[in-house]
Each structure stands twice: as C-alpha cells, then as structure tokens.
C-alpha cells in the first residue's frame, strides 16, 4: 500500500514529503464506486475515466500558473487509508463527499465522511456531490432536503458525460480564482 502522486507508488517505509502546504487543496472522498476518481479526472483532464481507486492519488495540477493539490481518497474500506488520509483534509480548503444517486444507504456514508472530516478539522469547506445523475430517473427531492438541513451544498453532476463539472470547479474556486489567490 503506498500513496499515488500522479501514478507513481511511493512506499511508506521511505522518507515522504508532505507536498500539500496551505490550505488551498481539494480531498474528494466517497462511498466505493461513487465516480470520485472518474470526476477528479475530469477536472484535472477534462476526460471520463471509468478505472476505480484503491488507495491515495495525490495530483499537483497547475491551474493558471498555480500548483493546486487535488486528492483523490478511496472508499474508506481500509483502515490505513483512514488514518493516511488525515494529513490531506488537515491541509485542504474544500472536501468534496461523492455519492451515487443509485447506491443505497448515501445518507449514512456521508454522515460517516462529515463525522471524520469535521473531527479533523471543522473550518474545512464541505460540499456534496451527488454524481451518476445521468443514470438517475428519480425525484431530487430527498437529496435537496438532505443539502438544505446538513447546511451543505450540494452538485449534480455526471462524471462520464462532463455535466456538472463546471459547477464544482467554480464552487471550489478553480474557475473564478479564488483557491488560486489561496495558493500564492
């Protein structure tokens, strides 16, 4: 088990540079096969990538000149990826819950995911995203009532079709600056 910083494994046992040192980063974090890595890619390369992760994926992005971090946190079925996770919500300004409009049991997985984060850290700006909403025939309204009494926003998006991705990078201020002046 190692962490991945832009595909290269890097093992536990040797020296590991915390590369994330202000707090202008982006953790995404979800239930197991939500699309969290599908939408972190369409953000970093504007591309649909179906392949799941299993472990941490750290991506040094360059956004109009400026580093921004951007992790990518498996499911939370492993300990160790609790616990390595840590660091990476302690530096990031936004942590981003992915669900699956189709899974059951999203209210709870993301009760869990706020518990976690808000003991780390409760000044980390949380949103929901509620991804595969091209797959969903459903009524919003359960979801919409979920953001509204958590105090949390949430997105729609799909991470195979691009909808919605705009929306999550203005929120998190990749498109209107505002993580980018964060960075400097």
Known sequence: MGICYSNYKINFQQQIPIYITKRNGLVFTGQHRSGQT???NQIINGTFYSKHNEEIICNKTLINEHVINIVDIAGFKKISIIEESIQYFQQC???????????NYWQEQ?????????????????????????????DLTEFELYSKESGYPLIYCSAKTGEGIDKIKI???????????NSQ
């Not at 995911?113 to 980390?124: A, G, L, Q």
């Not at 949380?126 to 595969?132: D, S, V």
């Open 38 to 40: 599908a939408i972190c």
């Open 93 to 103: 300004k936004y942590a981003i819950i992915v669900f699956s409009m189709n899974q």
């Open 110 to 138: 993301i009760d869990n995911r706020i518990k976690f984060i808000t003991r780390i850290d409760n000044e980390i700006e949380i949103i929901l995203i509620a991804n595969k909403i091209d797959l969903f025939s459903g």
């Open 171 to 181: 929120k998190c201020g990749l498109i209107n600056n505002e993580i980018l002046e």
